[in-house]
Every structure is written in structure tokens, then in C-alpha cells.
């Protein structure tokens, strides 16, 4: 944990978007960061880990689940994509136990 994601603010603000860094919405149950693109525009962005530490910042998020929405073709596109020998080695396992 680091000091940018400790003590994250649970709502927006009253004016509307809440300054720069990460907040929790409740009503979307979901943690979004907030950056200035430009003078006083700001764009909004779903997070799941802090994007300094990256710390999970969901503690309901399952790694299962989020396996379960790829099909076995997905899979075996980003293993037909992948670069290193460590990533393919990753994509076959998870093409795999997908089988």
C-alpha cells in the first residue's frame, strides 16, 4: 500500500468529479482514476489496482472469474500474439485448463 491508494475517498465530490487520483463510486461498486488530460479536463477510468503500487484494490475481485470470460480461442489468439518464451509458456497453460 502506498500513500496513493490508503486513503481512497468513497464518493464523488459535491461539485461533481472529485480531484485527481483514485475514488471509490458505491453506487457503481467500482474504483476509477481520475487524471487532468488537459487544462482543467479530466478523464475518468476504471482501476482495479492502484497504478502506483499496484495493489488490487477490489478485495471481491476473483482471478477465477475473470478466467472464465476468455474462450479458449481468446486465449490462443494472445498466445499466437506473444513475444517471450515465459508468455506463451503462461498462454498455453491457461489454453490448457481451459480444455
Known amino acids: 500500500m502506498c500513500e496513493y491508494c490508503e486513503n481512497i475517498p ?3 465530490s459535491k461539485i461533481g468529479e472529485p480531484e485527481e487520483g483514485i ?3 458505491e453506487k457503481e461498486k467500482k474504483h476509477y482514476f481520475i487524471v487532468e488530460q488537459a487544462r482543467y479536463e479530466r478523464t475518468r477510468v476504471e482501476v482495479k489496482n492502484c497504478p502506483m503500487c ?5 478485495k471481491e475481485y476473483d482471478l477465477y472469474e475473470e478466467f472464465l470470460k476468455f474462450s479458449y480461442e481468446e ?3 494472445l498466445y499466437l500474439k506473444s513475444k517471450s518464451k515465459e ?3 503462461f498462454y498455453m ?3 490448457n485448463l481451459k480444455l
Open 54 to 58: 499496484g495493489k488490487l484494490l477490489d
Open 75 to 77: 486465449l490462443k489468439d
Open 23 to 25: 475514488f471509490y463510486n
Open 93 to 95: 497453460a491457461l489454453c
Open 87 to 89: 508468455e506463451k509458456s
Open 10 to 12: 468513497n464518493n464523488e
